[in-house]
């Protein structure tokens, strides 16, 4: 009987983090194989569709041309669905695992959205990891959709808070950024997966980007935020950073922050999982930069 090389690969490692918090019961879980070289894309899929979790990241070497001592990487980011252009919490679960591994430092990831540089750096004890996005950009929200996307998750009209008005928001993603009026209405998440899922494929959205300003902090710059992910064949994201990366350029088109400015997202909080999202406008640089920490999950 004779085998295929395919039959005597080696599995690939695969590691378990948690992003955007230091509890490995918080956060986003990512499956992250630092070295997918002979992955192709089926056993890529396969991979992150047996880890279950929103998103898994498989690194490369860096492209060609790539300098010596450089620390670069190709990498792609699988859902147990399909593949994603850009994930941000399986680039800071990444960026952790690459720097216990050899140290802090600045890394270059090459992404299907664009060039993310990436730096991590110890404070407080823990491994923080700070990404810089590509360019974003707003758009109009056509009405007739934002109606449907209302309908599918069971929201009124009057649910919404007019001084945030839907916008489609990309940062390396679309995403369709709707504000909920009362922290209420955020936590009370309840929707049609296929309906939700139909209109997010129509507009290519990654994820819809629910969200709620908290009055309570006088600085505006305190949200909570909710993200559904049908099309990754996922109810609810515990910690999206690729959304929080587009939720920053939104901010900053409509003036609801200074061009400079740090924003606070918290998020996974309704779910059991709580994260903390940092999100850093500069007014020279129109990219959006995310940070958090990320932890090794046991097991």
Not at 28 to 36: S, Y
Not at 151 to 168: Q, S, T
């Amino acid at each position: 009987m004779t085998h295929t090389a395919d039959q005597h690969a080696k599995p690939p490692e695969v590691l378990r983090y948690t992003a955007f918090a230091t509890d490995p019961a918080g956060g986003n879980p990512a499956g992250v194989v630092l070295d997918a070289a002979g992955l192709d894309d089926a056993r890529m899929l396969a991979v992150a569709a047996d880890l279950g979790y929103s998103e898994s990241a498989f690194l490369t070497p860096g492209p060609a041309g790539t300098g010596p001592g450089e620390r670069a990487y190709t990498v792609r980011y699988f859902s147990p669905q399909a593949e994603v252009p850009f994930c941000g919490h399986a680039t800071v679960a990444t960026a952790v695992a690459l720097a216990e591994r050899d140290g802090p430092g600045d890394l270059v990831f090459t992404t299907p959205a664009g060039t993310v540089p990436v730096t991590v750096a110890e404070a407080d004890g823990a491994l923080r990891a700070t990404l810089t996005s590509v360019e974003p950009y707003v758009a109009e929200a056509e009405a007739a959709d934002v109606t449907e996307a209302l309908a599918a998750l069971g929201w009124a009209a009057a649910d919404l808070d007019a001084a945030l008005p839907p916008r489609i928001a990309f940062a390396g993603a679309r995403h369709l950024v709707l504000a909920a009026a009362t922290r209420a209405r955020l936590a009370d998440l309840s929707y049609d997966f296929e309906r939700l899922r139909a209109l997010m494929l129509r507009l290519d959205l990654t994820t819809v980007q629910l969200v709620w300003r908290d009055d309570a902090h006088a600085s505006g710059t305190v949200f909570h935020v909710r993200d559904p992910f049908p099309v990754g064949g996922v109810v609810e994201d515990p910690a999206t950073g690729a959304a929080a990366a587009a939720f920053g350029a939104y901010a900053r088109e409509l003036g609801l922050v200074r061009a400079t400015a740090e924003l606070t997202l918290h998020q996974g909080t309704d779910m059991g999982r709580p994260g903390l999202l940092t999100v850093t406008l500069r007014e020279e640089d129109a990219r959006v930069r995310v940070s958090g920490t990320a932890v090794r999950i046991p097991g």
